[in-house]
């Protein structure tokens, strides 16, 4: 992505060498924890499906060093695997990384996905027979949907 960030940055205005050295402090911007998010809901939600017995993952249209920035945003210790498109070389909802996916986790359990992204994570998970639930948004398409993640162990408990 530095050869995007530079060309982008000349596209600008901005000097060749200037436009590399800039390009080159984007990866460890992009990683600083201080500028993630975790959500009130988040923790309280992977404890409560942790205690109910699911093991849980990340697929993830992201970047390699995801696994680092989970690590300093407090959240390892909630999941088994993350799974990164940047990984696997397919993003979601290309089937490939479901079945990436499904490789790596025990076939015979019930497997879900939970993400904010219609087309990715819901149509993608569905069409690889893994039923999804949309967090987060609306769309009338989805079969399951709740706007927090405290809904969520609900919807799974009840299937």
């Known amino acids: 992505m530095?050869?995007?960030?530079?060309?982008?940055?000349?596209?600008?205005g901005l000097a060749s060498n200037d436009a590399k050295k800039l390009s080159g402090?984007?990866?460890?911007?992009?990683?600083?924890?201080?500028?993630?998010?975790?959500y009130d809901d988040v923790k309280g939600c992977?404890?409560?499906?942790?205690?109910?017995?699911?093991?849980q993952i990340i697929l993830s249209n992201h970047v390699p060093e995801l696994p680092s920035l989970v690590h300093k945003l407090d959240l390892t210790q909630y999941f088994d695997e993350i799974i990164t498109s940047a990984n696997v070389g397919f993003e979601k909802?290309?089937?490939a990384i479901y079945e990436a996916a499904k490789?790596?986790?025990?076939v015979q359990s019930k497997i879900w996905m939970i993400g904010d992204n219609y087309k990715a994570d819901v149509e993608g998970a569905e069409l690889c027979g893994i039923p999804a639930i949309l967090v987060r948004n609306h769309n009338d398409a989805a079969m399951r949907s709740s706007?927090?993640?405290s809904?969520?162990?609900?919807?799974v408990g009840k299937a």
Not at 25 to 38: A, I, S
Request: charge should be neutral; hydrophobic fraction near 40%; avoid cysteine.
């Open 25 to 38: 402090l984007v990866k460890d911007e992009y990683l600083n924890p201080e500028y993630w998010t975790v």
């Open 46 to 55: 992977l404890l409560k499906l942790t205690e109910l017995g699911w093991k």
């Open 147 to 149: 706007l927090s993640l």
């Open 2 to 12: 530095q050869r995007v960030f530079s060309s982008a940055h000349i596209n600008v």
């Open 103 to 106: 490789d790596r986790v025990n």
């Open 93 to 95: 909802p290309n089937k």
């Open 151 to 155: 809904g969520i162990a609900d919807i």
